[in-house]
Each structure stands twice: as C-alpha cells, then as structure tokens.
C-alpha cells in the first residue's frame, strides 16, 4: 500500500506499488496452500492472463461471477464468512492467503476469522483518493477497532517496509 493507506489509486491502478528483488516471493508461498481473493484482485489477475494459481487452491468471492465461467477457482458467492471458516477448520499445516484488500479484508476481519495481517508500505504517497486498505461495507458487520502486535518487520533495499501483525481478538 501506499504510506497514505492505498492500496489502488482512484483509478484502480497499481503500478505505482513498489516491489524489492530480495523479496522471494518463494518463501511466502511455500506457507500457503489457499487464496481468497475478491472479484477485483480476480479482475486483475484476470487482465495479467492468470487465470488461477496453479498449485493453490484459489476461491474468489464474487456476487456476479458463475461457477460456469470460471472453472479453475471456487466461486463463494453467499455466506463469506462461514465459507472462509470452514476453510480455516479444515485440517492442513499451511496458511490462507486474502490477496487483495478493502472490502473482504474488513469483513472478514469484523467477523474475527483473520489471524495475522501483513502488509507492504511502499514509498510512496499517492495524496489523492484512492482505494484504501480496509473499506467497510454497509451490508456488512463494522469494523470495530482491534490491537495488533507486530511479530516480524522487513526494511528493503528499494524502501519498501514489510510489516507483519498478528491479530489480537476482540471480547
């Protein structure tokens, strides 16, 4: 995201983000064998060819997109919450990864079914509207505030901070 909490500028674009070449995006996914994603981090993969990730298995939540259409990934069109629930009770030694942000991360993270967040800030302001880093909706439950505790920070050669946070549940 941007440091002034943007995760697309206000025309949905991304290449303003900056990545690291000692990122080894290797590492990540070797922790994860599921990705949830939304209809627009689908709507960009979708425009760079990808049509899943092989190797993982992919579900995008979408209200519009059919099963029909899209064969290679799950469609979790209803009952978000206990979908990705009982993705995360199943049994298995590895993470699921939300790519993306904005709605799905607020809902799911009002809900409590998110345990840790991490987040790369790239050096860059956007000082304009854009798409931030969580965006609640109205037909879903609030985002109440919650603390994090930061278990592990990365500073980049190119300026990019990588922060990861474990969640702290709400009572």
Same mark, same amino acid.
């Not at 303003?16 to 000692?22: F, I, S, T």
């Not at 298995?92 to 699921?96: F, K, S, V």
């Not at 799905?104 to 809902?107: G, I, R, T």
């Given at each position: =995201? !941007?440091?002034?909490g ?9 290449n ?5 070449? #000692?990122l ?8 994860? #064998?599921? %990705?949830? =994603?939304?209809? +627009?981090?689908y709507d960009? =993969? *979708?425009?760079?060819? $990808? ?10 939540v979408? +209200?519009t997109?059919?099963q029909?259409e899209?064969? &290679?990934v799950? %469609? %979790?069109?209803?009952? @978000?919450?206990?979908s990705?629930?009982? $993705? /995360?009770?199943?049994s298995?030694?590895? #993470?699921?990864w939300?790519?993306?942000?904005g709605t799905?991360? !607020?809902?799911l993270?009002? &809900?409590? @079914? @998110? ?8 050096? /860059? ?5 854009? +798409? ?5 909706r109205a037909?879903?439950p !609030?985002?109440?505030?919650f603390?994090?505790?930061l278990? +592990?920070?990365?500073? =980049? !050669?190119?300026? *990019?901070? @990588? $922060? ?8």
């Open positions: =995201m !941007s440091l002034d943007y995760i697309a500028d206000g025309s949905g674009a991304t303003w983000l900056v990545g690291d070449p #000692d080894d995006p290797k590492e990540f996914f070797a922790t994860i #064998d599921t %990705i949830v =994603m939304g209809r +627009r981090t960009v =993969m *979708l425009a760079a060819g $990808l049509r899943t990730y092989p190797g993982f298995r992919t579900y995008v979408s +209200r997109l059919t029909q899209f064969p &290679e799950t %469609i %979790i069109s209803a009952d @978000v919450v206990a990705v629930a009982a $993705l /995360r009770a199943e298995g030694d590895r #993470d699921i939300l790519a993306g942000g799905l991360a !607020s809902a993270l009002a &809900e409590q @079914v @998110v345990d840790t967040i991490e987040v790369g800030i790239s050096p /860059r302001v956007l000082a304009q509207a854009g +798409r931030p880093l969580f965006v609640p037909d879903t !609030s985002l109440k505030p603390a994090l505790e278990t +592990r920070s990365r500073f =980049m !050669s190119t300026g *990019l901070v @990588v $922060l990861e946070y474990d969640v702290h549940r709400r009572d």
